[in-house]
């Protein structure tokens, strides 16, 4: 293909919208020499985050006029990394193995890896060296690059890698492919100031920046008017949302703008740290119709010293008695959280103190890990490792507590009635759909595929642990 000239203009996204169709020209070419369409898959590993820029990066490729598809054996595939813990990284080093070989048998494929895994320079090195059937390498930072840097594979014979240290400007509003029709991510801020010192995600996703509020409310309105009735407001710490903007504005007040956007029935968010929950925002929850009943809050550690170590900036006592102060304002509030085991220097009196938090805490459901050394983190140079064994035992400990106690938490609604976004078709049995209730637990009842997407008023007819079945009142 013959290589054209861009002028670059100080509107990156014209720029990015032009460089899209230059792949378009490729992607018809391909089409024809193959006789058939052209199919795209990217796969997402990791939080929410992710999945958001992956639905960007599809954007661009149906743009280009791929077809979306599950499968790996797709024309273009692009792995999203996740590096939050080490089992994240080794799956995609795995899975690359099986790509090489469904390369091999199609070589026009596209390979691209990107994510937060790529924002570490021994993995790109590794990608060099090791796995030079990659096509495409870039990071957390220009994902709206992608066919810019698909145009220069495409004119050049080797690897095309471009990682960025730093966000530069963000380029929103170029196509997206929305996974849920009915439900949407909106990035409220992007990066992390916080250094916990087992996390990596602030060495490979930049320093926090907020998005001006009428941004993220025209975005919002937008993807009210394509269908979406929740969103999901999304930011490493929601709480400090603000800060740095050349305007005042707190979380809790954003909450309060957008909901006054008409149309929109449902705002989560994620995630809160518990160091600057403020007051205003249960005020704010507390009285809205429209902010669901669930705060996801990270615990991470119930012991004082551990958590002073892990730089979470609260206490044990200053934990639980915020989660009281929820309570009082919001009874009926779903709470759950993070909880990491087997921190550096954890003993049986720290992790009998996690124990005693989520007893008291009563969670509705609880995400567990076990601590991930991270190179280039504080945690991963301290000298006092947990041996495996003991962080096993503690761990199942864990997992047989937080069933304990969540069981019972979660059973409270049964033979109530509770509003239902209806999300899918059960994956097990057809006769059933699926959906959550604002508290985000999950309901399955009698239903069919033309009921996605809408709010259904639903009997809890029985808990089966961690999820409901229940029964359309009005069918
Ligand atoms: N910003 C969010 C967390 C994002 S990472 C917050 O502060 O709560 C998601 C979760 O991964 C964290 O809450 C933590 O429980 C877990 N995690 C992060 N780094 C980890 C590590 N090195 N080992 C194990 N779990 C980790
Ligand atoms: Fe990681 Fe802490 Fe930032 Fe969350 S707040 S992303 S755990 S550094
Ligand atoms: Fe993973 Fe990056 Fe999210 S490291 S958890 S995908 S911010």
């Known amino acids: 293909m013959e290589r054209k000239e861009i002028v670059l203009t100080e509107d990156q996204r014209e720029v990015q919208l032009h460089y899209i169709e230059l792949c378009k020209s490729y992607v018809d070419e391909l089409k024809k020499k193959l006789g058939r369409d052209v199919t795209c898959c990217v796969n997402t590993f990791g939080c929410q985050m992710n999945s958001r820029d992956s639905e960007k990066l599809l954007g661009i490729l149906c743009q280009m006029g791929y077809i979306p598809v599950e499968t790996e054996d797709a024309d273009f595939v692009i792995y999203n990394t996740c590096t939050v813990r080490e089992n994240a990284n080794l799956r995609v080093y795995g899975r690359l193995g099986q790509l090489s070989g469904i390369k091999k048998k199609n070589p026009h ?37 992608l066919a810019e840097l698909m145009y220069h594979r495409i004119n050049s014979d080797g ?42 995600v602030p060495y490979v996703r930049g320093r926090e920046k907020s998005r001006m509020p009428e941004e993220i409310i025209c975005e919002i309105k937008g993807l009210v ?66 902010i669901c009943n669930h705060i996801h809050l990270p ?14 900036k609260y206490t044990k006592e200053h934990y639980l008695e915020l989660v009281d102060r929820i309570r009082a304002k ?59 064994d003991v ?18 938490i979660c059973a409270r609604y049964e033979g109530t009635r509770a509003k239902v976004l209806v999300e899918c078709v059960n994956d097990h049995d057809s006769s059933l759909v699926t959906g959550r209730m604002t508290n985000n637990l999950l309901v399955h009842f009698p239903g069919d595929a033309s009921m996605i997407g809408s709010v259904v008023d639903v009997e809890l007819t029985e808990c089966k642990g961690f999820y409901y079945l229940g029964k359309d009142i009005d069918a």
């Not at 890896?113 to 390498?137: A, T």
């Open 109 to 145: 494929m596209m390979i691209a890896l990107c994510g937060c895994m790529m924002q570490e320079k021994h993995v790109v090195e590794k990608i060099r060296k090791s796995y030079k059937f990659v096509d495409i390498v870039f990071g957390t930072f220009n994902i709206y690059k």
């Open 159 to 200: 690897q095309v890698i471009d990682i960025w240290d730093e966000l530069k400007g963000v380029v929103e509003e170029l196509p997206t492919v929305r996974k849920f029709s009915f439900k949407s991510g909106v990035n409220i801020m992007y990066g992390c100031n916080n250094f916990c010192s087992y996390c990596i």
């Open 299 to 312: 615990l991470q550690s119930g012991s004082s010293r551990i958590l002073k170590i892990m730089n979470r």
């Open 225 to 290: 008017k394509d269908g979406v009735k929740e969103v999901m407001l999304l930011g490493q710490n929601v709480n400090s949302y603000g800060t740095g903007l050349p305007i005042d504005i707190t979380f809790a007040q954003l909450l309060q703008r957008i909901e006054e956007i008409e149309g929109l029935e449902r705002i989560r968010f994620m995630t809160p740290h518990p160091k600057d929950l403020s007051d205003e925002l249960i005020d704010v929850m507390s009285k809205s119709e429209k």
């Open 330 to 388: 919001m009874p009926d509030v779903s709470l759950t959280t993070d909880i990491i085991v087997g921190f550096p220097g954890e003993t049986d009196e720290d992790f009998e103190d996690t124990l005693d938090v989520v007893r008291k805490a009563k969670y509705d459901s609880a995400y567990t890990f076990i601590y991930s050394k991270r190179t280039g983190t504080p945690a991963a140079a301290m000298e006092n490792q947990v041996p495996d």
């Open 391 to 408: 962080t096993k035992v503690r761990f199942n400990k864990l997992l047989a507590t937080i069933d304990e106690v969540s069981h019972s």
